[in-house]
């Protein structure tokens, strides 16, 4: 699993900091998770919650909404529906660089406004919610204390979580316009409310709220004795590896659609990479796989580099001819490994090279040969591993032609 930092931007143009939990494979598909209120991306629940995702195999997008964290913005300018957009923001941005999320996590308030945006996300096939209240308006009576400055002055500061934010009475006012229990009700979506029955922020009243509310697929699971920011590491990768096995069964089916956007035909092979890093998806007509560049050169290493596969190209061809070889000549060979290297070397220091000036590329192979062979047997290998077809494209004369896809008439 790898993370790698990300931005995009809000509808008023401000940059939003992100971090993208990327598996070590081809992703089952993209959930897209909201902190909650006050909090940012790197709250402890929000990455042990995205990381265990992430292990079970779904890339995960957490960001700061607008004024928190490492975003752009003022918070004091913010409110529920900017949260919302904010979302939505986010959804643009994955299917615009990945693809568009199956999958929405909320804690907390942010539970409430991936409740709210879900309508608008189609790709959305799965919701889910922890410790989430029922009602935007929840949050009202965190600003009590500051009730009669609100009116007064249309903004106060207030302490929350021991840190002072300016809320403006237009925050207050634009969480009292939003019906969710009417959003509930019409979401057509698979819906998992996790909630603790001890929650002393958000009571658990309102995962019952919420279950009432909507209609089935829907499904309730208990966080036991954690509290509301799932401080404990434990139940935050436990929420996680039950929302991952909870979603499967309303996921596309691989290979459909949504999954399955870069298709191979027979005989080809594709890869696609995004402008924001160096991670690639790469499919031949049967198979998916990741490439990537290390990170001390700008990769997130969520993969093999391209000379990693070429010199593994080179390496399977190897071992795959000797097995050949020794089968046919009924040769004891009980496995084949073979170790290769690849680097540059200055021409000069070449004694068998044609190239004269430079710098040429050289692939080193070490061969590990088991069973039962003669020293005659093992010198034959050795020669046979010179004529495996890999081995002889990189020796051979080779033409790369290119050409852009439309003007091919693709």
Known sequence: MQTQKTEFANDQGETLSGLLDMPGSTPRGYALFAHCFTCSKNLKAATSISRSLAAEGFAVLRFDFTGLGQSEGEFATTSFSSNVADLLAAVRY???????PVLLVGHSLGGTAVLQAAPSIPSAAAVVTIGSPAEPAHVRHLFDDAGE??????????LL?????TIRKSFVDDLERHDLPATIGSLRKALLIMHAPLDEVVEIDNATALYTGAKHPKSFVSLDDADHLLSNEQD???AGRVIAAWAERYLPEPGGPDMDALNA???????????????????????????????????????PSPYDLLSAALAACTTMTLKMYASFKKLPLESATVRVSHGKIHAEDCADCETADGKIDEFRRVLELDGELTEEQRARLLEIADRCPVHRTIHGEVKVRTELADEAGA
């Open 94 to 100: 994955l299917d615009d660089r990945h693809e568009a």
């Open 236 to 238: 935050a990768e436990y």
């Open 161 to 165: 979580g021991g840190r002072p934010f």
């Open 265 to 303: 035909e027979a005989g080809e092979v594709v890869a696609r990479t995004y402008i924001d890093g160096f991670r690639t998806e790469v499919r031949t007509p049967s198979h998916a796989l990741v490439a990537d560049e290390p990170a001390g050169v700008g990769g997130t290493n969520a993969g």
């Open 149 to 158: 400055t609100l009116e007064s002055e249309g903004h106060a500061e207030v």
